[in-house]
């Protein structure tokens, strides 16, 4: 569904990411890990085209996305982020249902859409459909923020760590939510984290980055059973020391 090839982004003398292959396959979770900095959220946006690659191409589902006219690709991806961006002038509804409006679907179909996914986002349409996003908790928002990045039937999902933010409960809960609706919809995404856990929960495959470059590309228990090098070695260090310390703790051994 979505290949990257040799995709590169430089700034002047700085190169962002560095000659990056990689595939996603439909319905697949692929995850962007990595520290700050090293290339993750440039290469999502590069995806739908909110940075241009300095050389190298990104096929969608087989067509250069060179060839799409950016806002007509964009409509067709679903975008959601840690910071949310809500318009706050507008209701929920009218937040969810802004790309559909774009792409001119009735105002009935609109209503019906909003409906549909706040209750797949366990948001209860009556009592949410016609509040202010000040009105709304933080997982309240960031979950109107992933039905409005499923509001006009994307089949590729981008995610930039977007519950990055929240509570460790509300985060929970949401990654819970996420993995029942991309597994019911089929999606294809592209989750950017830094956070190791977070990656092995909800990846299908893991991408790790460090300076804009590819380190190594492969599932969780691959990772975690055979890390190319220190680097990964060291990130997946954090997760299995964490499990350790729990195993221990319902064991009454403590730490």
């Given at each position: 569904m979505i290949e990257l090839e040799e995709l590169t982004?430089?700034?002047?003398?700085?190169?962002?990411?560095?000659?990056?292959?990689?595939r996603v396959a439909a319905g697949e979770v692929l995850v962007l890990l990595g520290g700050s900095g090293c290339g993750k959220t440039t290469t999502l946006k590069m995806i739908n085209r909110l940075i241009e690659p300095t050389s190298g191409r990104v096929r969608l589902d087989g067509r250069d996305t060179a060839e799409i006219e950016p806002h007509s690709l964009r409509r067709g991806i679903g975008y959601a982020f840690q910071a949310v961006g809500l318009f706050p002038h507008m209701s929920v509804a009218g937040n969810i249902g802004v790309t559909p409006q774009l792409l001119g679907w009735p105002d009935a179909?609109?209503?019906?859409?909003?409906?549909?996914?706040?209750?797949?986002?366990?948001?209860?349409?009556?009592?949410?459909?016609?509040?202010?996003?000040?009105?709304?908790?933080?997982?309240?928002?960031?979950?109107?923020?992933?039905a409005r990045a499923l509001a006009a039937e994307p089949r590729v999902l981008l995610l930039d760590e977007p519950f990055g933010a929240l509570d460790p409960l509300t985060r929970d809960r949401l990654q819970q939510s996420f993995q029942a609706i991309?597994?019911?919809?089929?999606?294809?995404?592209?989750?950017?984290?830094?956070?190791m856990v977070e990656a092995l929960l909800l990846g299908d495959r893991i991408a790790v980055m460090r300076d804009g470059a590819l380190v190594q590309v492969g599932t969780p228990e691959q990772l975690l059973r055979e890390p190319a090098g220190d680097y990964v070695a060291d990130l997946m260090a954090?997760?299995?020391?964490?499990?350790e310390v729990m195993e221990r703790y319902l064991e009454g051994g403590g730490r």
């Open positions: 982004k430089r700034y002047a003398d700085s190169v962002a990411v560095d000659r990056l292959s990689l179909r609109v209503r019906e859409r909003v409906d549909a996914l706040l209750e797949l986002v366990e948001l209860e349409p009556a009592g949410f459909r016609e509040r202010l996003p000040h009105q709304l908790s933080g997982g309240q928002q960031q979950r109107v923020g992933l991309r597994s019911r919809l089929g999606l294809t995404a592209v989750f950017v984290t830094h956070d954090t997760p299995r020391r964490q499990a």
